[in-house]
């Protein structure tokens, strides 16, 4: 004879799968009927993550951002604190530090010409300082911003100039 609290047991047993299915069902549907849904599937690439609001990709490789440090076409800003950057920066950057971008941008705003290319850089694949200053920037009306992925370790790792 089974008693009363085995039955409990049995029901919950496949109650508790049939609830988790219920609930994903719901959680789809209801993800699928909303206009602002999140993707089941997302592109997690580097220029997928370091784009604009646009979707358009920022990035700029080493080799062209290299090739615009050496015709000196090109801002490079250092979107790490002030102590990072005063411990070692790529040769003539300037620092605006995304954290503090609200204190600091109105006094860079003059050093900062809006017709030529800005490259936007902190350290770290997952660094997310100089995607946030870049958007930022375009938020601001520069047009002309990209971010480098990575930059100081790419920037070192080629021996290119630093300060």
């Known amino acids: 004879m089974v008693n009363n609290q085995t039955i409990q047991i049995r029901k919950a047993i496949w109650q508790i799968p049939a609830l988790i299915v219920l609930a994903a069902i719901t959680a789809i549907g209801t993800n699928a009927w909303r206009s602002d849904g999140i993707p089941l599937v997302g592109d997690w690439s580097v220029e997928a ?4 609001t646009a979707g358009d990709s920022m990035v700029i490789s080493f ?3 290299a090739e615009r ?4 076409a090109a801002l ?3 979107a ?4 990072q950057y005063l411990e070692g920066h790529i040769l003539g950057a300037l620092n605006l530090p995304w954290q503090e971008v609200d204190q600091h941008f109105m006094e860079m705003a003059d050093r900062i010409d809006g017709s030529e290319m800005i490259i936007t850089y902190c350290d770290g694949e997952s660094c997310d300082l100089s995607h946030g200053l870049a958007l930022f920037l ?3 009306g ?3 911003v990209r971010v480098l992925v990575n930059g100081w370790t790419v920037w ?3 021996s290119m100039p630093v300060d």
């Not at 993550?49 to 604009?52: E, I, L």
């Not at 790490?80 to 102590?83: A, E, K, L, M, V």
Request: net charge negative.
């Open 69 to 72: 440090f050496e015709k000196e």
């Open 142 to 144: 520069y047009e002309n």
């Open 63 to 65: 080799e062209q951002a």
């Open 156 to 158: 070192q790792q080629a």
């Open 138 to 140: 375009k938020e601001m």
């Open 49 to 52: 993550r370091f784009s604009d």
């Open 76 to 78: 490079f800003l250092d």
């Open 80 to 83: 790490r604190p002030q102590d």
